[in-house]
Structures are given as structure tokens and as C-alpha cells.
């Protein structure tokens, strides 16, 4: 009688166990991601919502339009992605999480920023630097930026108009932070949001192509892309007379032609600045110190038949194709996305928002476009757009 008592008392606590266990949750392993992986994590600090709050002038917030709601928690990261040749590589970020008084799940926000030369100017090393993130993380969401391969501490080759390189990079971050949840006990639900200015809308873009073709274990919910540029076909070069930024009008010819061989820089820009651009190029200097040292003046710069004959000449024939193959002007987002543009953009014409969201609506995507009367190509130019971004998104919820 009692071994039969042993027994049974054995079998319900058995059973008990069994049964706790898989319904815990909590007891399953989280799960490696094969890319993403974060290799180092570096505390940043906390950045109060007072503090946000007060830094909105500078980024011509209106005080009326936008309230941090949370002190956010950033940290820097280094973590695994893949180059153009699917080699195992090193990529850095940040990332910003609200320190909510609540357990409600959070969403994810990959913010990815504007045009950057300067190897140092990014958020993982200057948390303001991902604005973009940190605003969304002041208000609720899990939020990540990429510095972009190339950039922070990634020792490769930095090419700001890579489809390849720079989407995986947006795309293994957004891994490695449901990775990092995961294992710190931070709870998700499955909203995945995009947010991108400028160049960062192209390797928002970009981000977009590589889960179409390569699909992660979640997908985008919805995305807001500022500022962009995706159809990189040129089949006119329209170049004023008087360039604002010199520097990013040869930075992106000059990297094409240093890592993909193209040996055809001196056919593009003239000396005496010619011979400057290895200096200026080398990643320890910014937009703004580098255009102190070229020229505004077009005809100055370039040499009349890159000018004149670039569509179709012969000579450049390699690197219009290197445009093509990195162009994302074909590309239909499975999920919707607004665009913003400003007609006045004086760096990206608003033509390229307006044709990619053609594109997408008559290929049976779901595509929004604003077009703004006024403002000037720049972070605060376009800050209330950042907020009308925010707001737009927050519906998908």
C-alpha cells in the first residue's frame, strides 16, 4: 500500500514537472541568430526625457508637437553581419531602450541616419547622432541604429551606396536586438518599424530588398522613409553650376572607384583636388572640413567630359552599371510605407520619392507620399517630418 502511495506521488510529480515545463516559456533557450549576434555590448549611460525634451529647439522640434515620455538606456554594439561576398563580418550601433514604469511588450524601431564620411560620427560612438532612435525610444519603442559597415568600429570598406552591405547591416541589428531581448528578459511583441532619412532612407530601402530576397525571422510592419534616393540609373547628369556639398557629390564616386577598381577618378575630378582626395577621404574628417578644401564650383571640379559625356561615354560605362546593380527603384515592400519630400530639397530631388511610390502603388504596394512646400535638405529642416513619421507609425500598433 505505501509502495503503491510512492508511486503515484512519484507519477503526479513527474507529470507536474513535464507540464510546468513546457509551458514556461521562460525555460526555452533563446535563440542564436546565424548573423546579428551581439559580440560586445558597451553601457552608454542614460539620457533623461527632460533632457530630450530640452534638446528640441535644436533639432527645430516644436515643443507642441513632440514630449519624451522616458529617460532611455543606450548601448553601443558591435555585432555580426555579412559583406558583398557573404563573408562573416563585424557591423556597430546603438541601441536606445525606454525605461518604462510598465511591462507592456515594446516595438522595435530601426532608425537609420543620413549621409555620413566622417568614420566617428555615428550613433554607437555619439548617441545623438541616432536622433532618430533616440526620439522613438523616448516615447516607447525598442529602438536600434546601425552605424552602416564601414563606419564606428567596423574595419571594412565603407561604401554609402551599397545595397548589399548596408541593408544587411539594418536588418542583422533589428536580429541581434530581438536576440538581446530575449536573453535580458525584455518583453516584444512582433512590430518591426523602419525610419530613414536621406541616406539612410536608401538603406531603409535597402533593407527592404534584402528580406524580400534573404527573409529573417520576422518582417517589417510598416516604414517611413524621408528625404531619399533610390533610382540611381542616371540617364542624365544634371549637376548645377554652384554645388552646396562638394564633398558629397565626389565621396560617393571616389569610394566606387577605390574598392571596385574602376581607375577612373582621374577622369572625373581635376587637380589640384585630385591629388587631396586620399587625404580628405581617409575617414577622420567631416562633410563640412572637407568641402574647405575642394571647390563649390562645378566646372572647376569636374572635368568637361564626365560633365558632358557621362551616359555615354564608354569610360564610365562600369560604374553606371555599379549604379544599376545598387538602384532600388524596383523594389515593392511587402509592407506599407510613407514617404516625405520636400519639394525645395536642394541634395535629393523630391522626383525620387514621387517615382518610388509610383512604383510601388502600380505594382499593388502599399505606398503614401507627402510632399512639403518648404525646407531645405537637412536634419532640422525635416525634424517636424521625423515626428509626423512617429506619429504615423504609432497606427500600426
Known amino acids: 500500500m505505501i509502495s503503491n502511495r510512492k508511486n503515484i506521488s512519484f507519477y503526479l510529480l513527474f507529470t507536474f514537472l513535464i507540464t510546468w515545463g513546457c509551458e514556461d516559456d521562460s525555460l526555452q533557450p533563446c535563440e542564436i541568430p546565424n548573423v546579428g549576434n551581439f559580440t560586445e555590448v558597451s553601457d552608454m549611460g542614460v539620457i533623461s526625457a527632460n533632457f530630450i ?17 522616458y529617460d532611455v538606456q543606450i548601448y553601443s554594439v558591435k555585432y555580426t553581419t555579412t559583406d558583398n561576398n557573404n563573408n562573416i563580418i563585424y557591423a556597430s550601433g546603438a541601441v536606445y531602450l525606454p525605461l518604462t514604469p510598465n511591462d507592456v511588450p515594446l516595438s522595435i524601431l530601426s532608425g537609420q ?28 519603442y525598442a529602438s536600434v541604429q546601425s552605424d552602416y559597415i564601414g563606419l564606428g568600429s567596423s574595419n571594412v570598406n565603407y561604401e554609402s551606396v551599397n545595397m548589399h552591405q548596408n541593408g544587411n ?19 516584444l511583441n512582433d512590430n518591426v518599424f523602419l525610419l530613414g532619412y536621406s541616406n539612410g532612407s536608401y538603406n531603409s530601402m535597402a533593407a527592404h530588398k534584402i528580406l524580400i530576397n534573404n527573409p529573417r525571422d520576422y518582417e517589417i510592419s510598416a516604414s517611413v522613409l524621408i528625404a531619399g534616393y533610390y533610382d540611381l540609373n542616371i540617364e542624365s547628369l544634371d549637376i548645377p553650376d ?15 572607384d577605390k574598392y571596385y577598381n574602376l581607375e577612373i577618378i582621374d577622369k572625373v575630378i581635376k587637380s589640384p ?19 574647405d578644401y575642394l571647390t563649390t564650383n562645378t566646372k572647376d571640379l569636374f572635368h568637361a567630359e564626365f560633365l558632358n559625356s557621362f551616359t555615354t561615354s564608354n569610360i564610365f560605362k562600369e560604374y553606371r552599371q555599379k549604379l544599376i546593380d545598387n538602384s532600388l527603384i524596383k523594389t515593392i515592400p511587402k509592407s506599407p510605407i510613407l514617404f516625405i519630400h520636400s519639394k525645395e530639397d536642394n541634395v535629393v530631388d523630391y522626383q ?46
Not at 242 to 256: E, N, V
Not at 283 to 290: K, L, M, N, T
Not at 385 to 392: E, L, M, P, R, S
Request: include cysteine; hydrophobic fraction near 40%.
Open 242 to 256: 554652384t554645388l552646396l556639398m562638394p564633398s558629397w557629390a565626389i565621396h560617393p564616386i571616389y569610394i566606387y
Open 53 to 69: 525634451n530640452n534638446i528640441r529647439p535644436d533639432f527645430g522640434i516644436p515643443e507642441e508637437n513632440f514630449t519624451a515620455l
Open 113 to 140: 541616419h543620413g549621409y555620413t564620411i566622417k568614420k566617428t560620427d555615428v550613433p554607437s560612438v555619439t548617441p545623438l547622432y541616432g536622433y532618430l532612435g533616440l526620439f522613438g525610444a523616448s516615447i516607447g
Open 273 to 291: 583636388y585630385l591629388e587631396r582626395l586620399d587625404n580628405l577621404f581617409k575617414g577622420d574628417i567631416d562633410a563640412f572640413a572637407i568641402n
Open 352 to 397: 525620387q520619392s514621387v517615382d518610388m511610390a509610383t512604383n510601388i502603388q502600380n505594382s499593388g504596394g502599399d505606398a503614401e507620399l507627402i510632399l512639403l512646400e518648404k525646407g531645405l535638405h537637412s536634419p532640422t529642416a525635416y525634424a517636424p517630418a521625423v515626428i509626423k513619421a512617429i506619429n504615423w507609425l504609432q497606427k500600426f500598433e
Open 169 to 187: 547591416a539594418v536588418v542583422d541589428l533589428i536580429s541581434g536586438i530581438k536576440h538581446y531581448a530575449c536573453e535580458k528578459d525584455i518583453e
